[in-house]
């Protein structure tokens, strides 16, 4: 079992910045990766940013060049920084940690609301 909690979502207008945090505890030496995905209203849930345990990162074209997945081993914690940010960025965010066997985990999410 793993548990992820996730902090930094908010209110923010665009061409703001936001980081979004999601610490996880439990079976984390099986962790093979660590991401974020994002599901707006009526919208399906989609990939933005991933990263696995060799530090190989993916993110979704919408947000290259402008967010940044990374992750602080010790703290068995993974960030977005997210910059630029456009009223379209508007979502849920959720953790995602998937394990060596592929069991997935996701956190509870974290609202991103980007408007003036």
């Known amino acids: 079992q793993v548990q992820l909690v996730e902090s930094g979502g908010g209110l923010v207008q665009p061409g703001g910045s936001l980081r979004l945090s999601c610490a996880a505890s439990g079976s984390i030496f099986s962790i093979y990766s660590m991401g974020w995905y994002r599901q707006a209203p009526g919208k399906q849930r989609e990939l933005v940013a991933i990263i696995n345990i060799y530090g190989t990162t993916n993110y979704a074209d919408s947000v290259k060049g402008r967010f940044t997945i990374s992750r602080d081993v010790a703290k068995n914690t993974v960030y977005l920084q997210m910059n630029t940010l456009k009223p379209e960025d508007t979502a849920v965010y959720l953790c995602?940690?998937?394990?060596?066997?592929?069991?997935?985990?996701w956190g509870q999410g974290t609202q991103v609301t980007v408007s003036s």
């Open positions: 995602n940690v998937i394990l060596r066997d592929a069991t997935n985990y």
